[in-house]
Each structure stands twice: as C-alpha cells, then as structure tokens.
C-alpha cells in the first residue's frame, strides 16, 4: 500500500511538473519577433518562484479528484499547472513589502529580493494571467468538452477571486493588529486558505463530469482539509515561535496576525484541527476504493512537519 | 453627423458604466455571509479605480466593433467591463513603488495612496481576475455562442498577457535609463498599448463571428491606432516636461523611460503618428458605412489632448 501510494503520487508530481516545464519552458529572446512568445527576463522571473520547489498540493488534490471520478487526467493536466501558477502568483504578492514583506520563502530569496518588486508584481500579474491562458487554450482544444472546461475555469476563477482567496487575503491584511473575533478569522481561513484547496476538486469534478452528490462531498473536503491545513499552519508557527523565544505563546506576535491558537489556545486548536481532518476522512465514504489515493494523500497532509 | 456620433458615443459609454455598476455594485459587509458578494473594503478599493472617470477607449472600441460587425452589443457588454477592468488593474499596478511610484493619476490620489501598498496590489489581482471570472459567467450564460465567447477570451488574455501587456510592461521596465533602441521600443509600444486596444477588437470580432479578412483589418486598424496613441503620449509628456522646465527636450527625464521623441526626434515622431493615423483609416475602409462611427472615433482619439 505504501509503494503503491509513493508510486501514485510520484506519477501525479510527475506530471506536474511535466506540464509545468511544457507551459513555461525557459526562453533566451529580449524582444521576440514571434507571437506567443515570453521575453526572456519575464519567462526567468515567473521560472524562478514557480519552480522553487513547491510541494504541488492543488495541482496534485486536481489530478487525484479527476481519477477518483473516472475522468481523463491528461484533460486536466493544464488546469492543475494553472492552479499552482495562481497560487504562486499569490505567494510572490504576498511576501512584497506592503504585504508580508518577506525576504526568504522555502529558503530561498523571495522574487522581489532578487529581481526588484517592479518586476516581482509583473511576475505575479503574468502568472495570474497565463492560468487562465493555458486554461482557454486547453479548453479550445477540447471543444467535444467545452462546456465542462468552462465551468471548471469559472470554479477556478470564483474561488481564486473576489469573493475567494483574495477576499480572504484583503480581510486578513484588514485585520492585522485587531483583537481575534471567530466569525473574522472564520472567514479569512475559508477564503484565504481553503477555497484555493476545493478549487481543485471542483474543477476536477467538472471536468470529469461528476454528479451533484460528489460536488457536495467534495467541497465539504476541501473546506475540511483547508481550515485543518491553515489551523496546523498556525500551530506550527506558534511551536516554532515558542522554540525561537522559548516560551508558549498564543499570538503571531510577529505578524500580528489573527490564528486560532490565539483566539482559542493551543489545545482547543489542535482539537479543532483534528476533528476537521476526520469530517474530511469523512466526506471521502461515498468514493469508497476509488478514493484510496486522496486518503492516503489527506493523511500526509494531516501529518506535515513545516 | 457630429450630432450622430455624439448620441452614440454617449449611447457605448452609458453602456460601459451601467455594466461596471451591475458587475461591481457596493457592498456593505465586511465578512459576507453569501457565497458571491465581495467584501466592502476589498470592493471600495476596486471601485476607487475603476470608477475614477476613466475614458472607457478599450469598452467603447469593443461595442463599436461590435455593432460595425453586425454582433449583438447585448452579449458583448461583459468583455467591454472587463478589459476596463484589466485596463484598471496594470494602472493601479504601474503606480505602485517599485513600478512608476505615482501619487496622482486623473487629478486623484492613486490607490496605494488611499488604501495603502498591500491594498492596491490586492484591488489589482482582484480587479484582473473578475474580469475572467465575469467573462466565464457571460460565456456559460450564452452556451449557444460558447465557443466565440470562450476564443474572445483567449484574445483578450493573449494580448494582455505575457507575451502582450506585461511583455511590454516587463521590456519597459527592464529598459529603463538604456539607451534608446528602435527594436525594443517598437517591442514596447506594441505590446505595452497596442496589444491592449487590438484586444478589444478581436474578442468583438470573436463574438460577432467576423470572417478572416475582418480580423486582419482589425488587427491592423489596433497596432496602428495602439502605436500612434503611445507616440502621441510620449509627445504630449515632451510638450508638457518642455512648458514646465522652460526648454524643448527629447528625453523623458524624469522617469528615464524610452520614447520616440528621445530616439528619432519630435518632428519625426509626429510625421510617424500622423502616418499612423492615416493607416488606421485605410484599415476600416472594407467596413465602408457601418465604419461610420468607428472612424470617427478613431479621429477623436487623434486630436486629444491629455
């Protein structure tokens, strides 16, 4: 079982990685003559942060939910790229000053640090954009399933949007230095955190044609595994502070940032993310042996050190 | 005639802003609890810029081509908001330190003034992401005509991507305080500008359903308009730098940017725009009649003054 799941997930990053390298291969022209192609500077700066070694979370939840549903997983190749592409371009936005003015992410030097924030916001902007490029592309070339592409992008684009992620991250800047309130923090953590996370398995869904009840199962697994997964992304910055500083603490006194284990301590906390992790386990029942991936995988999750 | 083109360019602009309000009402709740309504904060930043009496080129040249295609401007509304909306996103981006570093733009603070940095990127990648995620629910809105709205989309995300818009953006940038050079300043203009006044005309060409001889009078008509409007920009910053400091001068001093007037000289800069100009017309002569009001645009567009 534990070879099978290594080998399944090294099949999915694989591939990932694959349609990465394919959709944005490195190129060497300043000005190109040709349409379509990318001026050489901007392709390195957008290379540099979506190549930076990420562990691929939502492309990989896309390529399992598209399995686990019977549909074709080359038809979604492009849409998983596209999710890390959005979700990179999140990444490089928020750690600009302004942001999180963060100098280093997963040890290296963050995109501004190294190329200037002028260019550090067009890399972010040029990967928000080329999703949803490769993702109507992808969608022309599969006009016999036009329809579902489309309904997966507006997925893709509602959560990612508005009234999603970046809902999320506008209220969660808001609401820096505040005393905690749960309905805020409740808020911030289902659309910063965990709509990006059911993004996947909802455009999987629709390109694999599935039916109303999976939808429903699938969105209470996202939402279930993204507030565990911010609730955990908490407390590991709280062990990690109370490691730095020597003592246990319950603010994000650095970032003066609202977390659970501020508003409800740290046992409540690790309480509340545990009983998530197991509604997610159980939202997966109705798949039954064809969700044995997305199990497995979920309990990798559940068991991440930082 | 003048009386015609007034009633009608008021017709396309009225359009334009009923659009943008029905897309982007405001809204009151900090935390919504509705799936869909954007948080008031988040929404108050994206409306600051893209209500701040902007002249709608990008929307109206859509509409227009829209109707002198024989398309129905009803199903064209959406993608006219939004290219406002992209249009709106790369300026508030463009003002931002580490970019142009601007206070003021249209007599009013920029958006990183009001809201401040962290803000004004999140109304930016908000801003260009409901553009696609408006753009998707129109497409799924009109499912007999899927196929023309998904390929105007691919258009407008082409040429406002990165091999369009933030290509130009990019070269631009990294193409500071160089010495002039007329292949990266020809690069430049068409992609920084052009790119994003051809894109209008394509996706309207797309959802009319034009034929291929339409779409290169089309393209053509957008590269030379696109190209005369930045020319005419750089020669009305050079009227402007020259009445301020007293002295004629070819170089954007200030902001140490590449222009035509600082390669080749005013006087042949305008003897280009002009040329341009005259280009444009020739492109909408197969149009004949129902150019009427396009060409007459085009020749407002000409004689602006900033």
Known sequence: MKHMYQAQYGRYVGMVEETIAALLPQTQEDCPKMGGVIPAHLCETMRYS??????????????????????DVEEARTAAAALEMIHTYSLIHDDLPGMDDDDYRRGRLTNHKVYGVGHAILAGDALLNYAYECMLQNALAHPEHLEGHVMAMNAIAGRAGVSGMIAGQSLDLLSEHMEPD????????????????????????????????DFRAL??????????????????DVQGDAQQMGKQTGMDAQRGKMTWPALVGVEASREKSAYLWDQAEDALARFG???WFMRAYAEKLRMRKK
């Open 50 to 71: 979506l190549l930076a070694g990420g562990k691929r979370v939502r492309p990989v939840l896309l390529l399992a939910a598209c399995e686990m549903l019977g549909g």
């Open 289 to 291: 042996e064809s969700a």
């Open 182 to 213: 749960a309905d805020r923090l409740a808020y911030i953590h289902a659309h910063k955190t965990a709509d990006l996370l059911t993004a996947p398995l909802l455009a999987a869904a629709y390109i694999a044609g599935a039916d109303e009840e």
């Open 219 to 236: 969105t209470r697994f996202g939402m279930c595994v993204g507030l565990a997964f911010q609730i955990d992304d908490d407390l590991l």
